[in-house]
T-cell receptor, first 116, second 113 residues
């Protein structure tokens, strides 16, 4: 499986500011995704990061709030913009296409965000 | 062992018992499923997967069962150990190109010694 790293691992931010989270994979992958996990909850898909084009967002998530970049097959960023306390969550990068099965999906360690 | 007929948010077992965690998935078009284990402060860890053309798959101490008739998935853990304590999630892949996994509600497994 791919080794996935995220920066930062955690942060405490003030409301109204923005934070950019980086995701780096040690091998080229077909697909990259960003999920949110609110405290004590399951994982919710934010968007699919598309290489060289705009991300595909799920219902309830918009580009102005969560801009995403994917400049190549091993790197992506997620920005949480104009943060409010409701954005306090774990943000997880996930990849697919690094293993023999194109369906296997792996996760990074997550970025724990607290907004005050 | 202890089994859970419907999804329950928590499951408590004794060390050495067998554990069964259940999951109901949502879409009859789903063609692939994964079970993940998430320990506190970590990202989800891939445990075992199964394709929709199978009804059972075994790994090391774990077995996944798939019942497509009732859209039900289960994870069996044999000889449960304290290190198995975590939140377990099932996830489904809806059979559309380029889609990500959709996650179910998690079950917190607590193993006491």
């Amino acid at each position: 499986s791919a080794v996935i790293s995220q920066k930062p691992s955690r942060d405490i931010c003030q409301r109204g500011t923005s934070l950019t989270i980086q995701c780096q994979v040690d091998s080229q992958v077909t697909m990259m995704f960003w999920y949110r996990q609110q405290p004590g909850q399951s994982l919710t898909l934010i968007a699919t990061a598309n290489q060289g084009s705009e991300a595909t967002y799920e219902s309830g998530f918009v580009i102005d709030k969560f801009p995403i970049s994917r400049p190549n097959l091993t790197f992506s960023t997620l920005t949480v913009s104009n943060m409010s306390p409701e954005d306090s969550s774990i943000y997880l990068c996930s990849v697919r296409g690094a293993a023999r099965s194109s369906y296997e999906q792996y996760f990074g360690p997550g970025t724990r965000l607290t907004v005050t | 062992g202890e089994s859970v007929g419907l999804h329950l948010p928590t499951l408590s077992v004794q060390e050495g018992d067998n554990s069964i965690i259940n999951c109901a998935y949502s879409n009859s078009a789903s063609d692939y499923f994964i079970w993940y284990k998430q320990e506190s402060g970590k990202g989800p860890q891939f445990i075992i997967d199964i394709r929709s053309n199978m009804d059972k798959r075994q790994g090391q101490r774990v077995t996944v069962l798939l019942n497509k008739t009732v859209k039900h998935l289960s994870l069996q853990i044999a000889a449960t150990q304290p290190g198995d304590s975590a939140v377990y999630f099932c996830a489904e892949n809806i059979n559309q190109a380029g889609t990500a996994l959709i996650f179910g509600k998690g079950t917190t497994l607590s193993v006491s010694s």
